[in-house]
């Protein structure tokens, strides 16, 4: 079971994603909770680079995808055939979002990359954690922004359109309202886990 967790920035994703591995682990699932981009072992050194040098939007978008084809490789893929359940906060539709939707970058072009590079590996179930721009950006003040968070408001509402865009065309995204309490969107999400794995076990 591969599960993903996508979203603007201050969304809260990290934290559900961290609440839910816990609660899997907690019922005695085999979790590998993970994130992107920085995961692997060049991923480690990737993300550095992404998230402080100023850089080309084709050149973000190929560090990305090198990072993701890395993380699959090592982290994700080896988990899956071990029957581990993955939890990954940030997926393909953080590269649609950010470098399209964001960059104006054309999505054939990932799309065609993503084919070459993730082997199928799709998620089971993505949950993208909505909230609004300027909500956003408020709970991330208290940090120093990296590269990608001092973008414009403008980029950033771009993201979340994007965001919005993918999901309700896709039968295995969640829409989460990102404002309720964070329990109450953890509950929301443990009751959508269980119907889902029920059903996986019944086909
Ligand atoms: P990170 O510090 O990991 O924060 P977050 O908790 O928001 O995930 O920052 C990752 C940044 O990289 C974030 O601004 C989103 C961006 N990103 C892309 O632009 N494209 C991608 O494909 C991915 C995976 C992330």
Same mark, same amino acid.
């Given at each position: 079971m591969f599960i993903t967790f996508e979203g603007i920035e201050g969304c809260g994703k990290s934290t559900q994603a961290r609440l839910l591995s816990e609660r899997m682990q907690k019922e005695g699932y085999s979790v590998l909770f993970t994130h992107e981009p920085g995961d692997s072992p060049i991923g480690k050194h990737l993300r550095k680079i992404l998230l402080s040098e100023p850089m080309d939007s084709l050149t973000e978008l190929l560090l990305f995808l090198a990072d993701r084809r890395e993380h699959l490789v090592h982290l994700i893929q080896p988990a899956l055939s071990q029957h581990t359940v993955v939890i990954c906060d940030r997926y393909i539709y953080s590269t649609l979002a950010y470098?399209?939707?964001?960059?104006?970058? #054309? #999505?054939y072009l990932v799309d065609t990359i993503h084919q070459e590079i993730l082997d199928n590996t799709f998620p089971d179930r993505v949950y993208l954690l909505d909230l609004d721009v300027s909500q956003a950006l408020q709970r991330k003040k208290h940090h120093a922004f990296d590269r990608i968070e001092k973008e414009s408001y403008e980029f950033h509402q771009r993201v979340r359109e994007g965001f919005l865009e993918l999901a309700k065309d896709n039968p295995s995204a969640r829409i989460l309202?990102?404002?309720?309490p964070p329990l109450t969107i953890h509950n929301l999400i443990w009751e959508d886990i269980q119907t889902l794995f029920l059903h996986r076990r019944q086909i």
């Open positions: 470098q399209v939707y964001g960059r104006g970058i #054309k #999505k309202d990102a404002t309720l």
